[in-house]
């Protein structure tokens, strides 16, 4: 009878198929094992009946002693459970408060078994506790949900207690899976909140900190590829939890780490996590030009660019960002791991596994592949191109910089250039991106515009990372001057080629880069601000902008001598200085007008109307003689060079002011400045897959996809072996109900491990023909 109906089942109609789905997700939720009908009683789990008697008021020890022991037996039904939680009202949850305070408890104990089922099932039922109960009081104090969850006086030894065994967990001899499991549940504790600093819950997790044990995981090359992802994440939160309002021990204990695997195994998992994103959106890339869609657009032009670029928007990943960022802005020594090198190797994934619980998470989200991480020794090859941390977080940003429309994206753009900021900063960070001696091609992606080809890559020189930066800081600013202006990005950018220039200035180094590209793109950026003043104006201070701006080519003029890699580059300069001074006339004249009338902004103008004293008076000195050279040799229009000529022979007779505190800036300040972005970004992402655990299938590995480790066996000698199972179950269907410890128990028949998901299918499959 099985045989048949198994294989008619087969044939059931997709539709039928979905529906039947959603239902058995419904049933589940209700504990349910069958539909309800007239004839028959609905069946519920046995741990759903352990749940109602939790749920009582009595104690559910009181007639059963071995009560809490079978509890850890039985698969958890998370569903149940947080849905159980969430529907009790007030006065209900002060009767059940005794049960759900002794139910914690019980499961802090059961960490420290034996059998591996009971401390999965104990882990997964903390979870539940953790979301159903902070779901049910989003409203109430922290105080009170503490109490609801182990008692206010009792909750500072049961979280000790918890801490402790997880602390154990995870620094012991514990399976894998187990170690997943920990990791999970304090992610789903640090993310179970709105707005993490508001989870007094954590404060515990502040007093019995698992910061060593966080460090021994990224330290260890097998643990580190199994768990490094969720380690880095959870310490990027911990980090964020009241760092603003009181000392958080896991700040001061990540800016003093100086042990060399730690932080390389760190950086190790960003990398990998950054490299995959990388890999996904180049593959999405790829796909998209190879098809139908990119010849129709080369047919009529390109007018579906737009269109284009939009479909190749994704989900970036701000969890491994802000780790990031806390690493190089809190961690000195983390600097020297952005440039260590290794090969660059395009990773492919394993063929991903169905799990049909856990939906498909957007791209750049789930944790990455973990082939580099797991072997960091690599063989090389010489014709291999070797990258490093810095090289892949460039081309990450240079893909989530392209598209600043919507709030999330802008503010992940504006992360990477606060990190990039932090860089900049950095005395050594600035050394070894000028080292001529670390010189790398660096592909950076580039937005998709009409008027200019797409960049070939075996075109792209070695050279040292500073360029990389540059052309992206350039890239950025030639590509976004649009309606929707984003104007804290271009502040952040042109704040990033000051930095870079004082270093230069300050070491005399003379990098060889294409300086012009830059100049033009200022250029043009003034002339978009001139050309938007009135709206702009409603909502920026476009003077302060145009100040540093204006201030980029006083730098030049001032102090280039220093830094320009030849005298040429000096002259190319002042030719497009004088080439484009209708720009900075019509500049000149709209600060004065503003500085001179009674305003809101008479004195962010009145600073640029004094910025631009040089680069006027070299406009009003070589003009005439670039005017007097025409007339004299009858030149209608002069090419380049003449005009460089004039340029080089008049030097002599320029008279310039010198300007102080060019070479000086503002150094980055988390607090107060940044203290508001951190707290937005930090609450909105814990909604997100990129922090988010959720018990019915989330990104990466959630508890419902958890498979406890079992011995190989032979799928057709387990099916036969399951039958054989449900045989005895047809011959006495009363006694369903008893059966649940043998399923949870996974009874093994001779050499065949049979798992409950394998039977709770079968059987449910069984019920739903009967």
């Not at 072996?721 to 011959?731: D, G, I, N, Q, S």
């Amino acid at each position: 009878m099985f045989l048949r109906c198994h294989h008619t089942s087969n044939l059931i109609n997709p539709h039928q198929q979905q529906g039947s789905a959603d239902m058995s997700q419904v049933e589940k939720k209700a504990g349910l094992l069958r539909r309800t009908s007239s004839s028959k009683k609905p069946l519920k789990e046995k741990v759903v009946l352990m749940y109602d008697e939790i749920f009582a008021k009595e104690d559910p020890a009181k007639n059963n002693p071995r009560f809490w022991d079978e509890l850890f037996l039985m698969k958890v039904n998370l569903e149940y459970l947080e849905s159980k939680l969430e529907s009790i009202d007030g006065e209900d949850a002060q009767c059940i408060q005794d049960n759900v305070n002794s139910l914690f408890h019980h499961c802090v104990q059961a960490l420290g078994e034996e059998h591996q089922i009971k401390v999965v099932n104990a882990l997964q039922t903390l979870c539940a506790l953790f979301r159903g109960v902070h779901h049910k009081n989003k409203s109430a104090s922290g105080f009170d949900i503490i109490n609801m969850l182990m008692g206010f006086d009792k909750a500072e030894q049961r979280m000790k207690d918890l801490m402790e065994r997880l602390d154990s967990l995870l620094c012991g001899d514990s399976s894998e899976s187990l170690k997943s499991l920990c990791l999970k549940l304090l992610l789903c504790l640090v993310t179970v909140t709105d707005n993490i600093s508001q989870n007094t819950i954590l404060e515990y997790v502040m007093i019995n900190s698992i910061f060593e044990a966080i460090l021994q995981i990224l330290s260890d090359s097998s643990s580190r590829g199994q768990h490094g992802y969720d380690a880095v994440v959870l310490l990027a939160l911990l980090v964020n939890y009241r760092k603003y309002e009181s000392v958080n021990p896991y700040i001061v204990k990540l800016s003093i780490v100086d042990d060399e695997p730690t932080l390389d195994g760190m950086g190790m998992v960003v990398h990998q996590a950054l490299t995959e994103y990388n890999r996904q959106y180049k593959d999405k890339e790829e796909e998209h030009q190879g098809g139908f869609f990119s010849a129709l657009t080369s047919m009529v032009g390109s007018m579906f660019i737009a269109d284009a670029d939009e479909k190749l928007s994704v989900q970036t990943n701000e969890a491994i960002l802000l780790a990031l960022y806390e690493a190089v802005h809190l961690n000195r020594n983390f600097i020297t791991v952005l440039a260590q090198s290794h090969p660059e190797i395009d990773i492919v994934p394993a063929p991903p596994t169905p799990t049909p619980t856990t939906p498909t998470t957007p791209l750049g989200t789930t944790p990455p592949s973990l082939d580099v991480i797991n072997n960091p020794e690599l063989p090389l090859d010489p014709n291999l191109q070797t990258s490093n941390l810095l090289i892949t977080f460039l081309k990450y940003a240079s893909i989530v910089m392209q598209d600043t429309k919507d709030e999330h994206r802008l503010n992940s753009a504006r992360l990477c250039l606060i990190i990039l900021t932090c860089i900049a900063e950095d005395q050594y960070a600035d050394a070894f991106l000028h080292d001529d001696n670390m010189n790398f091609r660096v592909e950076l992606h580039r937005m998709p515009m009409r008027h200019r080809k797409k960049a070939v890559g075996k075109n792209i020189p070695s050279r040292p990372l500073v360029c990389a930066v540059l052309d992206l800081m350039v890239e950025f600013v030639v590509t976004h001057m649009m309606k929707d202006f984003p104007f804290d990005l271009y502040l952040r950018c042109v704040q990033i080629i000051h930095k870079l220039l004082c270093y230069q200035k300050k070491c005399r180094i003379r990098l060889h880069y294409t300086w012009r590209e830059l100049w033009s793109a200022l250029i043009n950026l003034l002339k978009f601000l001139m050309s938007n003043e009135t709206s702009l104006l409603s909502k920026h201070n476009i003077f302060h902008l145009a100040l540093l701006i204006v201030n980029l080519f006083n730098m030049f003029i001032t102090y280039g001598d220093t830094f320009l890699p030849t005298s040429n580059s000096y002259d190319e300069l002042y030719y497009e200085i004088v080439r484009m001074h209708q720009v900075f006339d019509n500049l000149y004249c709209m600060v004065l007008r503003v500085s001179t009338n009674a305003g809101q902004w008479k004195e962010a103008a009145s600073k640029v109307t004094h910025a631009l004293v040089n680069i006027r008076a070299i406009v009003n000195h070589f003009n005439p003689k670039i005017e007097s050279y025409a007339a004299v040799n009858h030149i209608s229009q002069l090419s380049e060079e003449q005009v460089l000529e004039v340029v080089r022979s008049n030097y002599d007779t320029l008279t310039l002011k010198l300007q102080d505190g060019l070479d000086q800036f503002e150094r980055y300040s988390e607090q107060p400045k940044e203290a508001a972005f951190f707290k937005e970004l930090v609450r909105s992402r814990t909604h997100t897959r990129g922090f988010r655990v959720s018990g019915s299938g989330g990104g990466g590995r959630g508890f419902e996809s958890f498979e406890r480790e079992k011995n190989p066996i032979d799928e057709a000698e387990l099916e036969l072996k399951c039958l054989w199972v449900f045989c005895e179950v047809l011959m006495s269907e009363f006694l369903l109900s008893e059966i649940f410890p043998v399923i949870n128990l996974n009874r093994c028949y001779g050499k065949v491990f049979v798992t409950e998901k394998v039977l709770d299918e079968y059987l449910i499959h069984f019920l739903k023909l009967n």
